[in-house]
C-alpha cells in the first residue's frame, strides 16, 4: 500500500478490498436497522386495541438481539473506518461518495425508528393508565358491592338470591 504525508500524518490509500468491506459493513448494518424499525412497528401493532402485550415484550428480546448485533458489527467497522479516516482526503470523498446512500439509509432508519419508539412509549404509558384505572375501578366495585355480579346483568345468568329463611324445605326437582 502506498503511503503519503498529509498534515504531518502518514495515510494510507484505501485498497478496492477495504471499500468493498466498508460498503458491505454498512450495507448490512442498514438491513439490521430496517429489521429494528420493522419489529418496533410489530410492537406498535401490539400496542393497538385488543393487542398482544406479552408479544410485545417478546419482541423486546428480539429487538435487543438485533441491537447486539448491530454493536458487534460496529466493532468490526471500526478499524475499516480508522483506515478510511487516514486515508488522503480526495480519496476520503471518493469512498464518501459510495457509502453515503447507505449512510443516509440508515440515518434515515434510524430517525424514523427513534420516533416510533417515542410513539410506543406514550402509548404504552397510555395503556398502562386505562389498565390501571380499570384494575382501581374493579377494586372499588368489590369493595363497595357485596354481591360482584354486575346489576346489568341479564336475570336469566344472575344465580338466585341465597336463601334466608332455612325452616322451608327446598323443593326436589324429578
Not at 44 to 65: H, N, P, T
Not at 94 to 113: F, G, H, K
Not at 130 to 157: F, G, Q
Amino acid at each position: 500500500m502506498e503511503a503519503k504525508e498529509t498534515r504531518g500524518k502518514t495515510a494510507r490509500s484505501l485498497s478496492k478490498h477495504v471499500i468493498a468491506q466498508l460498503v458491505a459493513g454498512y450495507s448490512e448494518e442498514s438491513t439490521l436497522y430496517q429489521m429494528l424499525f420493522g419489529l418496533t412497528s410489530r410492537q406498535r401493532r401490539c400496542l393497538g386495541d385488543g393487542g398482544d402485550l406479552s408479544e410485545f415484550v417478546e419482541l423486546i428480546d428480539e429487538k435487543d438481539a438485533v441491537l447486539n448485533q448491530i454493536t458487534e458489527l460496529e466493532g468490526e467497522l471500526e478499524p475499516l473506518r480508522a483506515r478510511w479516516m487516514s486515508a488522503p482526503f480526495a480519496e476520503r470523498e471518493r469512498v464518501a461518495e459510495q457509502l453515503n446512500p447507505v449512510l443516509d439509509e440508515i440515518i434515515s432508519t434510524i430517525q424514523r425508528t427513534v420516533a416510533l419508539e417515542q410513539d410506543n412509549e406514550r402509548l404504552l404509558e397510555t395503556r398502562r393508565q386505562e389498565l390501571s384505572h380499570a384494575l382501581s375501578d374493579a377494586r372499588r366495585w368489590r369493595c363497595s358491592d357485596p354481591d360482584p355480579i354486575p346489576v346489568d346483568t341479564p336475570a336469566a345468568v344472575r344465580p338466585p338470591p341465597p336463601a334466608t329463611d332455612t325452616s322451608q324445605a327446598i323443593p326436589m326437582m324429578a
